[in-house]
């Protein structure tokens, strides 16, 4: 089921919602899949719990909620882009997911108070407003209730052998992402500056790649995808071109192993007096 509420803002995710972007982030959900899971089974949900998923995109940890809830909980999936949100009620149907339901719009939502959990992923990495987004799920959260969140560290992204092709490139898009691409190591004070500071907790998870595995070349697929906006920063098109065919080399090599960012998951309980 999916209804719209008046979206404040228009979308803003700067990685787009096209065909090709909704696969990539579908199949990131089964990479991130048990890393996901793992955090839920550490939240002690109430019986029939009432969680929200902030930014869920075209799937984010729906299917994932509608079981920690159980038949008689409700899940609500928001994401202020219209596609995304489409893309999402496609995902709930093929799963048969009767719990959930899907909203585009952003917080503060006018239906969203009071959740038993309210959780992102991957949200905060692309924000020029991360402060403001963290208030908004805890303005969201019942006071004793949850607030969790999982986001990347681009510090731990790294190829081995080095090679100064990464470094240059993975610099260059760092500072035309959008977004604090080491936000993962921030969000404990995140949350403890927007209210959450209760039983706060933190884990971490990471993955490693080799020449077969498609997350080898994601830098260079971001390369692609921030081209424009690289060159209309002023980097040279030729000097990215020949960076990108020297990593695409080095990355192609049976020795080289890549790492991926640290998944970082924070979460913890909204005061129950402010
Ligand atoms: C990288 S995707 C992550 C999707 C999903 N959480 C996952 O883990 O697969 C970020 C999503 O957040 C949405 N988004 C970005 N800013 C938002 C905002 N202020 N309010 C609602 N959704 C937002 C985007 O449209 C996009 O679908």
Redo the contacts with the bound molecule.
Sequence with gaps: MAHSVE?P?P???L?G?SPAERER??A??DL?RDASRDLLSRLPLPRDAHAL?????????LDLLSDAVGPHGTVVG????QQ?ITSAELSIEERKLANVSVTC???PWNGGSGFDLVH????L???ADPEA?TSSMVAATRPGGWIAI?EFDWATWQCDPPHPAWDRLKGLLAAAFGGDVQIGSRLPSLLRTAGAGDNLQVAAHTYYWRPHDPYQVLLLHFAELFRERMASRGVDRGHLTSLVSMLRDHLAHPGTIVRESLLVQAWAQKPLRP
């Design positions: 979206a803002n979308p803003t995710y990685l919602s982030l579908i990131q959900c991130l998923d902030f930014g869920c995109g075209p799937l984010g940890i928001l994401d202020n882009d995304m719009g952003t917080l992102c992923r991957l949200l990495i692309n924000s987004i999982q």
